[in-house]
C-alpha cells in the first residue's frame, strides 16, 4: 500500500501529474496495473518539528483511505509551512485535491 523504493518516487515525481493545493501537493502516477500505493514526502522545511510532520504522516494516511483513488502511484509532498497548519486545514486541503483527482 506504500511506495517504499527509491526508484518508485522517481518514477512518479519525475513522469507523474501534479495537483498543488495551498498546504500540500500531490503527484499521481496512474497506474492500470497495480492497487493505489501511497509515498509520502514530508520534509524539515515543512514542518521542523518531528511530531508535527508525524502528524501530518498520519493525516495523510488516514485521508488517502478515505478517498481511496484510482489505481495508480501517488506521493504527497507538504509545501514549507504545513507543520504551522490546523490539523482541519491539512486534511480540508487533502480532501480536496483527492476530489479533484477523481474528477480529472
Not at 507523474?16 to 501511497?38: N, Q
Not at 504522516?57 to 502511484?73: D, V
Request: with cysteine; charged share 30%.
Amino acid at each position: 500500500m506504500r511506495l517504499r523504493l527509491p526508484r518508485e518516487f522517481a518514477q512518479v515525481l519525475g513522469r507523474g501529474r501534479r495537483h498543488r493545493g495551498r498546504i500540500c501537493t500531490i503527484v499521481a502516477l496512474p497506474r492500470a496495473d497495480v492497487p493505489p500505493r501511497l509515498g509520502l514526502a514530508i520534509s524539515k522545511k515543512a514542518a521542523p518539528n518531528a511530531v508535527r510532520r508525524n502528524r501530518i504522516k498520519r493525516l495523510t494516511r488516514a485521508s488517502f483511505l478515505r478517498a481511496l483513488p484510482a489505481s495508480g502511484w501517488y506521493v504527497v509532498m507538504a509545501r514549507p509551512g504545513a507543520g504551522l497548519r490546523d490539523d482541519g486545514d491539512i486534511v480540508a486541503d487533502l480532501d480536496q485535491l483527492w476530489r479533484t483527482l477523481s474528477s480529472s
